[in-house]
């Protein structure tokens, strides 16, 4: 069983910045992938961004140039670092991780518990 623990939500003004970390224990994977979703209330969760075991990122374009992917030393480990906050990124962040799950390159999912991230004056 792999365990996803985010951290690092919270209360922000707009044009702040919160850094969220995502790790990921239990058994040990192959990962292709860890990224971030988010959902608004009300509305369907949303893809963020993710960053490759490569070190490739992308990012949905709402979030560009103010949000910014990264992995730590332990490749278990990612960061989203949030700056110039918009109320419209209110929401319940969700870490995510993709894995290789057999030797011809299925992938297999796991995902965290979220953490809320409200930006309001």
């Known amino acids: 069983q792999v365990h996803l623990v985010e951290s690092g939500g919270g209360l922000a003004q707009p044009g702040g910045s919160l850094r969220l970390s995502c790790s990921a224990s239990?058994?040990?994977?192959?990962?292709?992938?860890m990224g971030w979703y988010r959902q608004a209330p009300g509305k369907a969760r949303e893809y963020v961004t993710f960053i490759t075991n490569d070190d490739n990122s992308n990012y949905v374009d709402s979030v560009k140039g103010r949000f910014t992917i990264s992995r730590g030393n332990a490749k278990n480990t990612v960061y989203l670092q949030m700056n110039n906050l918009k109320p419209e990124d209110t929401g319940v962040y969700y870490c995510n991780v993709d894995y290789y799950k057999d030797s011809v390159g299925n992938l297999g999912h796991y995902w965290g518990q979220g953490t809320q991230v409200t930006v309001s004056p």
């Open positions: 239990g058994m040990e994977l192959r990962i292709y992938a």
